[in-house]
Every structure is written in structure tokens, then in C-alpha cells.
Nanobody, 115 residues
Framework: QVQLVESGGGLVQAGGSLRLSCAASGSTRSINVMGWYRQAPGKQREWVASISSGGSTNYADSVKGRFTISRDNAKNLVNLQMNRLKPEDTAVYYC?????????WGQGTQVTVSS
């Protein structure tokens, strides 16, 4: 089992920055890929960014060039640095951990970007 706890959400004006963190505990050695997803009101959950255990990163086109995902394997942390935020980035952001047999989710953290 893997437990994920997100932190760092909040309210920010358009153009501002926020940094989300996700702390993993439990069977962390089984984690292959960690990532961030988001869900806006009335919309489906969508993938934002992911990072492999080796450090390879991928981003959704909507956030490429503005968001940066990073991972500290020693501390079992994954961060999402979000710059030049837009109102359309408003959503609940969820941390995700993928093992070979399971998919784990955090409880989510709210990010609100005002115009």
C-alpha cells in the first residue's frame, strides 16, 4: 500500500505561482511513475504531468512551459511548480502513484486562480 498526501494549494492571481508537494509513504519502493492530475468543476479528471523513477518527465500541452514536475526519491516527494497560472488552471489537483499492480491517489488540494 502507498499513501499520498498533497499540500501547497491555495488562491493566487493570474500570472502568479504555486508549488504543490506530494509526500508518499508506505511501499514507496514499488512506485514507478508519479504524477499530477486535476479536476475542474463539471469536468473529468485530466492528466497534468508525470515523472518516472529515473527522472523522465512528460507534460500535458496545456501546461508545458509553465509547470515543472520534480521528484526526490530519497525523500519520497514529488513537486509541481506552477508558474504563469491562468484561471483555467483552477481545479482540485491530485497526486498519483503508479506501481506495477496498483494505482494510488491522494485526497487532492484545491488550486484557485483569480482573473
Amino acid at each position: 500500500q502507498v499513501q499520498l498526501v498533497e499540500s501547497g494549494g491555495g488562491l493566487v492571481q493570474a500570472g502568479g505561482s504555486l508549488r504543490l508537494s506530494c509526500a508518499a509513504s508506505g511501499s514507496t519502493r514499488s512506485i514507478n511513475v508519479m504524477g499530477w492530475y486535476r479536476q475542474a468543476p463539471g469536468k473529468q479528471r485530466e492528466w497534468v504531468a508525470s515523472i518516472s523513477s529515473g527522472g523522465s518527465t512528460n507534460y500535458a500541452d496545456s501546461v508545458k512551459g509553465r509547470f515543472t514536475i520534480s521528484r526526490d526519491n530519497a525523500k519520497n516527494l514529488v513537486n509541481l511548480q506552477m508558474n504563469r497560472l491562468k484561471p483555467e488552471d483552477t481545479a482540485v489537483y491530485y497526486c498519483n502513484a503508479l506501481t506495477t499492480i496498483n494505482n494510488y491517489w491522494g485526497q487532492g488540494t484545491q488550486v484557485t486562480v483569480s482573473s
